[in-house]
């Protein structure tokens, strides 16, 4: 089995389900197959907005999208003690500093933190208040893809 390196957020979960996926998101998802995972608040989130459309052909396009990801083996992380307690001192951190950030994102964030994986997300903004999180947005160029 290949080590986990990342850890999708939603909005990259999500992006290949588009009518018209970025390319570059696609290409990382093939170029990393089988080093991602996402949290289980991600699949919360997917599950609920996909709920939450009314019954149409698009609602059936993603339910077959999430039924996909789970057969092809998308290893869902939980919110564990670990995770907990990294959360439980960043949030008093920031609200010491009069700081707050969305209680999804924190746990997004845990997840990450706990499990030594690098976030993947577009919202990068929405976890920069939060130490020792490692980064990255694949709709952005890789400045160091194929460099040796």
Known sequence: MVA????????????????????????????????????????????????????????????????????????????????ADWFGKQRARLQLQGKTSAYADGEIAAIAVSQNLTLVTRNTKDFENFQGLVLENWFEPDINRGKS
Not at 48 to 64: I, T, V
């Open 4 to 83: 986990i390196k990342y850890l999708l957020d939603s909005n990259i979960v999500s992006e290949p389900a588009r009518l018209q996926p970025d390319d570059q998101v696609l290409q990382r998802f093939a170029d990393y197959d089988g080093q991602y995972a996402t949290a289980s608040i991600v699949w919360h989130e997917l599950v609920y907005g996909c709920e939450l459309l009314p019954a149409s052909k698009r609602k059936k396009q993603l339910q077959s999208y999430l039924a996909m990801l789970l057969a092809n083996g998308l290893r869902i992380l939980p919110f564990d003690q670990a995770a």
